[in-house]
Structures are given as structure tokens and as C-alpha cells.
């Protein structure tokens, strides 16, 4: 089982981003997928997750700006995160149970 998260980068305040987490060896549509980010010096959050069935849910700070999504032919998950804010700044990780990949970081400049 792999799951490796990709496309962070360096944004600005108010800017958008989209992660992909592409996971194998289980299909997207059997497992939940979990996204969590840790800042520096903090603990891990949770963000937000997208059940087997595709549907999602989010963290109260990141409801109405981040959206979960799934290609289920890619075995793919997203996050598209919208109108960022300088404490988003974090490595994300997209999970399963205690499977984890390496985490993709975001940097947003305020």
C-alpha cells in the first residue's frame, strides 16, 4: 500500500493549490482517504476526509475554502484549497489508517 501526495508549493495569501494523493494497492472506492498537515512546531491536524463512497467532509476552519474530490479510474484523491491563508503553511499527508506517504509541502506568503 502507497499512498503519495504531490503538488505543493509556494502561494500566496488568497491563492489556490491542488494536491493529489495517488494511492495503490486498494481501490479508492473500498477506503476512505484522510488528509491531515502539520505546521511547524504544531501537531498534526486533521483537514479532511472522502469516504469510499466519494463523500467528503472537513475540518470547521477549512469548510467552504478546501474541497475533496476523487478519480476513481486514476485511483486518485485531491484537494483543492482555495483562498489560503498564511497559517495553512504545512506539510500535508494523505493517509489510511496508519498507512501514510512522505507528505507534500505548502508554503503560503503572506
Known amino acids: 500500500v502507497q499512498l503519495q501526495a504531490s503538488g505543493g508549493g509556494l502561494v500566496q495569501a488568497g491563492g489556490s493549490l491542488r494536491l493529489s494523493c495517488k494511492v495503490s494497492?486498494?481501490?479508492?472506492?473500498?477506503?476512505?482517504i484522510d488528509w491531515y498537515r502539520q505546521s511547524p512546531g504544531k501537531r498534526r491536524e486533521f483537514v479532511g476526509f472522502?469516504?469510499?463512497?466519494?463523500?467528503?467532509d472537513y475540518a470547521d476552519d477549512v469548510k467552504g475554502r478546501f474541497t475533496i474530490s476523487r478519480d476513481v479510474a486514476a485511483n486518485t484523491v485531491y484537494l483543492q484549497m482555495n483562498n489560503l491563508k498564511p497559517e495553512g503553511t504545512a506539510v500535508y499527508y494523505c493517509?489510511?489508517?496508519?498507512?501514510w506517504g512522505q507528505g507534500t509541502l505548502v508554503t503560503v506568503s503572506s
Open positions: 494497492g486498494f481501490s479508492v472506492t473500498i477506503n476512505a
Open positions: 472522502i469516504t469510499s463512497g466519494g463523500r467528503p
Open positions: 493517509t489510511h489508517l496508519s498507512y
